[in-house]
């Protein structure tokens, strides 16, 4: 898309005009035309003054000044804005504002690591099985006891080779029948990553003894 500095010079040069021509009928320095063709405005002290030139300088190369000063308004502040952006970043982005913002990022990313490794060490290790009663292992009169324990609630847990089904705190409770001297009880959980722990338990009943 042209700018109004570019079609400005294409007429300039169609009409076969120099800028020091263009000086001589239109009473504007040289060095301001030049500028206009370049769109570079930082030399004016207003818009006002810009336009008012334009608008001269149009009129003068037979192009309508309206449409070259609806062009100019359009290529002056698309550079206004990117100017005031810029400004805008040099003035937020000072030396303090920038170690701010790279320790909030390596904060951020720190946190994500962090994240990252605990979802990893989850997905790397085994369910863990916790019995939660009964308290002591020895028993005397007790033909069943009954073990209650918690794991992951996602896992798929058997006691003594039977499946036993868990409530949404994780926690299950299974009826185990006790015989006289030691009895061994294993419990195995398979977590929803597909590891395996495996908890041995022994528990005894004193046989009677004989009078």
Do not use: C
Not at 44 to 56: C, E, H, L, M, P
Not at 165 to 174: A, C, D, T, V
Not at 184 to 206: D, H, P, T
């Amino acid at each position: 898309m042209l700018t109004v500095g570019e079609i400005l010079k294409k007429q300039r040069e169609k009409k076969g005009y120099t800028l020091s021509q263009v000086e001589k009928e239109i009473k504007i320095r040289q060095k301001f035309l030049a500028a206009i063709e370049e769109n570079n405005w930082k030399d004016f002290s207003s818009k006002v003054y810009i336009a008012g030139i334009v608008k001269n300088y149009s009129k003068f190369l037979g192009i309508d000044p309206q449409k070259a000063y609806a062009y100019f308004s359009r290529d002056y502040e698309k550079k206004e804005e990117i100017g005031f952006k810029k400004k805008l970043a040099d003035h937020y982005l000072t030396p303090a504002t920038k170690k701010a913002a790279l320790a909030i990022l390596i904060f951020i990313f720190g946190l994500f690591f962090l994240y990252f490794g605990y979802q990893l060490k989850l997905f790397l290790t085994p369910p863990k099985i916790t019995i939660l009663a009964p308290q002591k292992t020895i028993f005397n009169k007790e033909n069943v006891i009954k073990i209650t324990g918690q794991t992951e609630k996602e896992a798929v847990v058997t006691v003594a080779g039977q499946r036993v089904f868990l409530n949404e705190q994780g926690l299950f409770e299974f009826n185990f029948p006790l015989k006289p001297g030691k009895n061994l009880v294993v419990i195995e959980a398979i977590g929803a990553n597909g590891k395996k722990s495996i908890l041995r338990k022994e528990y005894f009943k004193q046989e009677k003894t004989k009078l």
